[in-house]
């Protein structure tokens, strides 16, 4: 499984703490900036990780700010993504069993960098149910 992450200036750190942590693990995620703590506009971050999960060149995208709801916001524009702010370990689960979350979010000033890991791995693990999902998920299309 491929996977990008992305974060503005308040989730950069965050961001740096996953790539550390999933590299030792042996997963390379794939790091799509910002690059360092100098100011930047989220919506330019989403739009970027969009692009990448659109066009199929990953599986799945970590988008981080510092709330993780204004990334969350800017990337839900885009027809075809379903991020999912994972706020707590419950809705880390049913942002994959019941919403089939293409990008995850998550607040580098709110939350703590092991309950986000905690939370990604709660995500991967869980399947996606379908069923009476599915015709939600399409009506967000439609
Ligand atoms: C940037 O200061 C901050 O507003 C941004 O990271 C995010 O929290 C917005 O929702």
Same mark, same amino acid.
């Given at each position: 499984? !491929?996977?990008? %992450?992305?974060?503005? &200036? ?19 995620? /794939? ?6 703590? *100098?100011? =930047?506009?989220?919506? @330019? #971050? ?7 999960? $659109?066009?199929?060149? +990953?599986? $799945?995208? #970590?988008?981080? =700010?510092?709330?993780? %709801?204004?990334?969350?916001? +800017?990337?839900?524009? &885009?027809?075809?993504?379903? +991020?999912?702010? $994972?706020?707590? @370990?419950?809705?880390? /689960?049913? +942002? ?6 293409? %990008?995850? =979010? ?5 939350? !703590?960098? /092991? ?6 791995? %709660?995500? $991967? &693990? ?7 999902? *599915? *015709? ?7």
């Amino acid at each position: 499984m !491929k996977i990008a %992450i992305a974060s503005d &200036h308040g989730g950069f750190e965050l961001k740096q703490n996953l790539i550390e942590y999933y590299k030792k693990q042996g997963l390379m995620l /794939e790091d799509l900036g910002t690059h360092s703590t *100098q100011s =930047c506009d989220y919506p @330019d #971050i989403a739009d970027k990780m969009a692009q990448v999960i $659109l066009s199929h060149n +990953a599986d $799945l995208g #970590i988008l981080i =700010c510092g709330t993780g %709801i204004g990334i969350s916001i +800017a990337a839900n524009r &885009h027809k075809g993504i379903r +991020a999912a702010l $994972l706020y707590d @370990d419950f809705s880390a /689960e049913m +942002a994959h069993k019941h919403n089939n979350a293409n %990008i995850i =979010c998550f607040g580098g000033r709110t939350m !703590k960098p /092991e309950d986000v890991i905690r939370r990604i791995d %709660i995500f $991967l &693990h869980t399947d996606y149910e379908g069923g009476r999902h *599915q *015709q939600r998920l399409d009506k967000l299309d439609d």
